[in-house]
Structures are given as structure tokens and as C-alpha cells.
Nanobody, 125 residues
Framework: QVQLVESGGGLVQAGGSLRLSCAAS??????????MGWFRQAPGKEREFVAA????????YSGDSVKGRFTISRDNAKNTMYLHMNTLKPDDTAVYYC????????????????WGQGTQVTVSS
């Protein structure tokens, strides 16, 4: 069983920055075996892909809405993944979720096996 716990959310003004963390744990768990992703869900909307990264951390992919502003990274030694968010906009307001899957990274949420409980990010104008 894999447990994922997000942290780092909060209230920030437009143009500001935040760094989200996703700490992974589990019995005999090693994050280096899992591709990871960030998704977000705003009220009344479907859960949206934000960014993903390979198990080794060698390749990352960001969705069009955050490209150039958000950066995904990971530290397998610490079993932790990050989302560095810059130039935040009110449209970035959502609950942000981290997710893990074996194998290649993916942009579709249905392919992920494990999810965190989410952390709220609110961007004021």
C-alpha cells in the first residue's frame, strides 16, 4: 500500500509563488519505482492534468495551461515530489492532488493507482 500526502498549499496573491510537496510512504515502498503526477480540480470542473515526471526524474511533462510557469521535480532519496508554481493566476485556484503509478508517466488520471488527499491552492486577484 502506498500513501501520498500533499502539503504546501495556501492563499497567495496573483503573480506569487508556491511550492507543493508530495511525501510518499508505504511498507517496503520505494518512490523510484513510480512515475508521478500532479492534477488539480476546481469547483464544478473535472480533475485536470498539471504535470508528470518519470520514475527516475529524467523526463518531465507539463500541461499547456501551466507550461513555463510550473515545474515538477522529485527527490527519490527523500520519497518526495514537488510542484514549483510561479506567476500564479486566479485560474490556478483548485485542490491539487499528487498521484503515483508504475511504469511510464501519463497525463490521464485514470491510469494512476494511488492518490493523495489534496491540498488547496487559492490565488487572489
Amino acid at each position: 500500500q502506498v500513501q501520498l500526502v500533499e502539503s504546501g498549499g495556501g492563499l497567495v496573491q496573483a503573480g506569487g509563488s508556491l511550492r507543493l510537496s508530495c511525501a510518499a510512504s508505504g511498507r517496503t515502498f520505494s518512490l523510484s519505482l513510480y512515475a508521478m503526477g500532479w492534477f488539480r480540480q476546481a469547483p464544478g470542473k473535472e480533475r485536470e492534468f498539471v504535470a508528470a515526471i518519470t520514475a527516475s526524474g529524467s523526463t518531465a511533462y507539463s500541461g499547456d495551461s501551466v507550461k513555463g510557469r510550473f515545474t515538477i521535480s522529485r527527490d527519490n532519496a527523500k520519497n518526495t515530489m514537488y510542484l514549483h508554481m510561479n506567476t500564479l493566476k486566479p485560474d490556478d485556484t483548485a485542490v491539487y492532488y499528487c498521484a503515483a503509478k508504475r511504469g511510464m508517466y501519463a497525463t490521464s488520471r485514470i491510469l494512476y493507482d494511488y492518490w493523495g488527499q489534496g491540498t488547496q491552492v487559492t490565488v487572489s486577484s
